[in-house]
């Protein structure tokens, strides 16, 4: 089994900036995803921005691309979610996955992920 575990969500006034972790423990794949997803309230989960372990290669949303950035510490075991220029619409629960088995095309379907975290709630207000 996989767990992840999120942090570090908060409120946020508009323009700040926010640094959300992820800390993957339990099994190890060689070759995996791992993304993050958000959930505006009322809304359904949305692609944010993911990174193949093998390659390092990121992925982003278009509309967090160039605000936020995705990046790992592998000695810790965690992937890190950069987040700065924060706008009201960033609001959301934000959740960290891991898939084994993801593809390329299918990167930003959350379906394609087999394990999440709880998430962690980002409030972005003046």
């Known amino acids: 089994q996989v767990q992840l575990a999120e942090s570090g969500g908060g409120l946020v006034e508009p323009g700040e900036s926010l640094r959300l972790s992820c800390a993957v423990s339990?099994?190890?794949?060689?070759?995996?995803?791992i993304g993050w997803f958000r959930q505006p309230p009322g809304k359904e989960r949305e692609f944010v921005a993911a990174?193949?372990?093998?390659?390092?290669?990121?992925y982003y949303g278009d509309s967090v691309k160039g605000r936020f950035t995705i990046s790992p510490d592998p000695a810790k075991k965690t992937v890190f979610l950069q987040m700065n220029d924060l706008k009201s619409e960033d609001t959301a629960v934000y959740y960290c996955?891991?898939?084994?088995?993801?593809?390329?095309?299918?990167?930003?379907?959350?379906?394609?992920?087999?394990?999440w975290g709880q998430g962690t709630q980002v409030t972005v207000s003046s």
């Open positions: 990174l193949f372990r093998n390659n390092g290669r990121t």
């Open positions: 339990g099994r190890t794949f060689r070759d995996v995803a």
């Open positions: 996955a891991l898939g084994p088995r993801v593809i390329l095309s299918s990167l930003r379907l959350p379906t394609q992920y087999d394990y």
